[in-house]
């Protein structure tokens, strides 16, 4: 892949994330008052599905040839870490994108209304591209003693903007939250107790862990949930403390035992023959299978 086909993918994906970001007003209804204008979502589906499609067909790139794909995602990414190009990855990350909420809205509508929308598997795939850029950009920042925050807030304004929409100069999208709160009864939001540099793809795959033994209510779950947070704590992926975090998780679940029971020492204390608890074994395998990059002895 040459500079010019790079910079002419970044062009094509950067407008299909206007694409997304227009059917937000959609989300938001569904969120807060649970209405369903389900024409309309049909028609965003569609225009989302066309556009990744056959790009060149869309309204924004009319004379454009352009192919959208996985293969062509890994291409993509490939070239910005062979070239460490550094700048482009921050061009597909910096605006903030609601996309597991997004999938997950339109999951539910699905469900509940035995319609099926075509876009998910697409909006899936440029989900998972914004992903494994961002922890590269993650490891590189840290490499010239930065952070990615840091190295955005650089820049006055956002190559989507200047592409997309002057309207949104200087304006982010909301990050996925990690707030799957099916139920709606709760306003906790697990990102909020880490560090902006961690992804939130990661943080969402916690939370949904979290929830899963909380829900299962298995031996030892609170130590299993409490071992989690641990981990991310030693490896400084709080920017909240170890306690304050450990106490909000235990408000959101429901559970009532003290959070001195399940301080970080204990919950990695071995027994007489050096066998370290099960609770922690699962919660370093657990996040070995998410960031093979976290220190979990």
Known sequence: MSKVDAWHLESVILRLYKVIVNSYDLCSLYMEKKVILLERWEEKDKEIADYYQEPQRHE?????????????????????????????????????????????????IEESLGVRFSSIEFIGLLRDFRSEIYKWAAVYSSRINSTIVKEMTKREIMTFSLLCDEKSRNESF??????????????????????????????????????????????????????????????????????????????????????????????????????????????MKFFHSIDKRLLTH
């Open 60 to 108: 924004y790139l009319t004379k454009v040839s352009a192919q959208l794909s996985a293969q062509t995602f890994e291409k993509l990414f490939m070239f910005i870490i062979e070239q460490n190009d550094f700048a482009l990855a921050l061009d597909f990350i910096q605006p903030k994108l609601h996309l597991n909420n997004l999938i997950q809205t339109m999951k539910k």
């Open 174 to 283: 909301g990050e996925d939250s990690g707030n799957y709160d099916s139920a709606g009864k709760s306003s906790f939001e697990l990102s909020n107790f880490f560090v902006d540099e961690y992804d939130n793809q990661s943080i969402s795959r916690i939370f949904q862990y979290l929830n899963f033994l909380n829900n299962q209510k298995g031996a030892s779950y609170i130590s299993k949930i409490a071992s989690i947070i641990a981990i991310a704590w030693e490896n400084h992926l709080l920017c909240d403390t170890y306690n304050n975090t450990l106490q909000a998780v235990f408000d959101h679940f429901g559970i009532t035992d003290k959070i001195d029971n399940y301080k970080p020492a204990r919950l990695r204390r071995s027994n007489y023959k050096g066998t370290i608890p099960l609770a922690r074994a699962q919660a």
